[in-house]
């Protein structure tokens, strides 16, 4: 029971690349999350997914679009990088709405 | 004014201390407060919940005062396993989990 993985666990882009953080949960929950966290700042929730089938926008969305690819997997996509986008991103995951498991991270920067 | 507001520290303290973080929040329509810990270049994870008539687990005590507004976490007989970042989580929109907001987080150091 490998709870919730995210790949790649660091990545360096160049401004305008594109790139897909990967999530997956093994723990049947039918609720995932993408969030950013940066320095003195609370996490923000970038998208969640209520249920699959279902995305939702949260705070900070745009520059980010996400994939609910079945119950198991949601991806995040940055289609244009900027360093703005530099940041550590965490996925969650859970049975009953509120993020119970994070992922270990990726910690991306964008030059 | 932030949606919600911690006190981000540090706080040191030896083993064996009680200590408390408070954590304040605008929305008085918030209905659900949370605290997670975070280590040090690791991932969130679910500490417990607050309820309205406070909560205990184990050495964790935790509060919440609407009238004021703010929630608190105590520890008690402090270990070196307990340093990490604490953060408050309000949910400032009804049942929605997806509407969380985060404390930028209190920053804990237990020292020998």
Redesign the interface.
Known sequence: NAGVTQTPKFQVLKTGQSMTLQCAQDMNHN?M?W?RQDP??????IY?S?SEGTT?K??VPNGYNVSRLNKREFSLRLESAAPSQTSVY?CAS?EW?????????TRLTVL | RKE?EQD?GPFNVPEGATVAFNCTYSNSASQ?F?WYRQDCR?????LMSVYSSGNEDGRFTAQLNRASQYISLLIRDSKLSDSATY?CVVNGQG???????????TILTVHP
């Open positions: 609720s999350y969030y003195g700042m609370g996490l923000r929730l969640y209520a939702d949260g705070e965490f859970s709405g509120l993020p119970q498991f994070f992922g270990p991270g | 919600v981000p659900s949370f690791k991932e969130p994870k679910l953060l049942t929605s989990y997806g509407k969380l907001t985060f404390g930028q987080g």
